[in-house]
């Protein structure tokens, strides 16, 4: 059964920096990309970022290039999202998304952590 | 691309049947001659599941009440006859172009 357990949500202050973890099981880590989406109230559904499966190529929506930086270590079986200058408007539920094998198709999400900019 | 869901607030009568439309503002349709377009669902409190892939292709353990249908740029998910289990938050997201988008959601509540 594939899992996706991600971890490291909390409260931060604007400018300030938090780092993501999504722990993978049921399922060859190594041989699939991996995604980062979130959800606001506000405007729903974003995805952020995707990283290859072996980590030579990485992708960033425009709102978070620059500031979020996806890493993977597959012989941990985990993914990463380093998040620095983190702004009030990046307060979301952030989920790991595992790729279906196709490019930027999604088959299997994490549970989700609750990250809040607030001071 | 924008994906337009419609409408946004659904209630239905339990067993009754339930239909939500998704348009975008390009064609889906990739080069590979495939269109990539998916529908999940939200129950509350969980995450998105996939039900649907590349329009009309249900995912292993979703009821075959749920179908998926259209092409080009209009697209509909469609729930034959809904049942308590199906309440939730619904979103189709395409996935032919850069980045990935979502509709908005159309969220489907029992009358």
């Known amino acids: 059964e594939v899992q996706l357990v991600e971890s490291g949500g909390g409260l931060v202050q604007p400018g300030g920096s938090l780092i993501l973890s999504c722990s993978a099981s049921g399922f060859t880590f190594s041989s699939f990309a991996m995604h980062w989406v979130r959800q606001t109230p506000g405007k729903g559904l974003q995805h952020l970022s995707t990283?290859?499966?072996?980590?030579?190529?990485?992708y960033y929506v425009d709102s978070v290039r620059g500031r979020f930086t996806v890493s993977r270590d597959n012989s941990k079986n985990t993914l990463y999202l380093q998040m620095d200058s983190l702004r009030t408007e990046d307060t979301a539920v952030y989920y790991c998304?595992?790729?279906?094998?196709?490019?930027?198709?999604?088959?299997?999400w994490g549970q989700g952590t609750l990250v809040t900019v607030s001071s | 691309v924008v994906m337009t869901q419609s409408p946004l607030s659904l209630p239905v009568t339990l067993g009754q049947p339930a239909s939500i439309s998704c348009k975008s503002s390009q064609s889906l349709v990739y080069s590979d001659g495939n269109t990539y377009l998916s529908w999940f669902q939200q129950r509350p409190g969980q995450s998105p599941r996939r039900l649907i892939y590349k329009v009309s292709n249900r995912d292993s353990g979703v009821p075959d009440r749920f179908s998926g249908s259209g092409s080009g740029t209009d697209f509909t998910l469609k729930i034959s006859r809904v049942e308590a289990d199906d309440v939730g938050v619904y979103y189709c997201?395409?996935?032919?172009?850069?980045?990935?988008?979502f509709g908005q959601g159309t969220k489907v509540e029992i009358k």
């Open positions: 998304v595992k790729e279906a094998g196709i490019p930027s198709q999604f088959d299997y």
């Open positions: 997201m395409e996935g032919t172009h850069w980045p990935p988008t």
């Open positions: 990283i290859s499966s072996d980590s030579t190529r990485k």
